[in-house]
């Protein structure tokens, strides 16, 4: 029952979440200098013009009203129409979010590969030259920008050695092997500096599990070392790992408008930025709101991971 309540909990926390996060969405976007109708009709539009358009766009009616109007169609699942090309925003939307989605997840599946092992390895030659050389490369790589890392990766492997292609995207049900090649070079530079970071919680996270008392009762009985940090280590350490993976998450999708700006990737980031230019706010909002959203989900979902990692925490309530 303790489990149960815990859950329950941190779902009406998230439920809570996403509606002040649509709030300060919504009334951040709206409070934007400028008009949808300006760039509709154009700077010099006639005034009675510009109010017939308003009001058949609902744009006259009051801020609370044009809210709820938007809630309520978040939760039924009408994004609504975009103000400049009368599409539904959902049919702008979904094409584009599986390039993100594709980005983010092989992005976040790279840094964890790089960051796992090269963590583990700084964590345990410490105190040796080898350590040093492993932490130092971790620090290079959060101090160069994912977009100067993506230039540089072009340049070395798609205009000299001419192995992948410089930017596009293919569709995965298209043709597999296209959708990994596209992907390898802008998925490269979005882990190079989160799998950086993470690297850096990673030593930290085993630098503290190679002084418990428990590990050295692990080596004592007959535990090598890297089969006891994999066996014993990875899962004490796993729920401060799980915490940095879920922060960095919306680290990663702040990431992934640049990197599909530099690859020319037709996903969330390069519509993001299209829209805001043309001040077709409908669409904006229900991309930032679908972004805040996945972010929010997650971080959910790691706190919920926490009960099944440490089951310390599932009674903590209970014996409160």
Known sequence: MAITRQILGRLTTLVASLLVASAGIFVALNALPGDATAAILGTNADPAAISQLRAHLGLDRPLWVRYLSWLHGLVTGNL?????????????????FGVTLSLVT????????????LGMYAAVHRRRARGFIAATLSQLGMAVPAFVAGIVLVLVFAVYLRWLPAGGYTDLQRDPLEWFRHLILPSVSLALVNGSLLARYVRAAFVEVLTEDWFRTARAIGWRLWPALWRHGVRNAATSLITVLGLQLATVFVGAVVIEQVFAMPGLG?????????????????????????????????????????????????MR
Do not use: C, F, H
């Open 80 to 96: 609504g129409t975009s103000l400049l090309s009368g599409d539904p925003v959902a049919s702008l939307i979904w094409p584009r």
């Open 270 to 318: 390069s519509l993001l930025l299209d829209e805001v230019g043309k001040r077709d706010l409908v669409v904006v909002q229900a991309v930032v709101m679908l972004m805040v959203a996945l972010v929010l989900i997650v971080n959910a979902l790691v706190d919920v991971g926490y009960l099944a990692l440490d089951p310390r925490l599932r009674g903590r309530r209970e």
């Open 106 to 117: 092989l992005g976040m599946v790279l840094s964890v590969v790089v960051a796992m092992p």
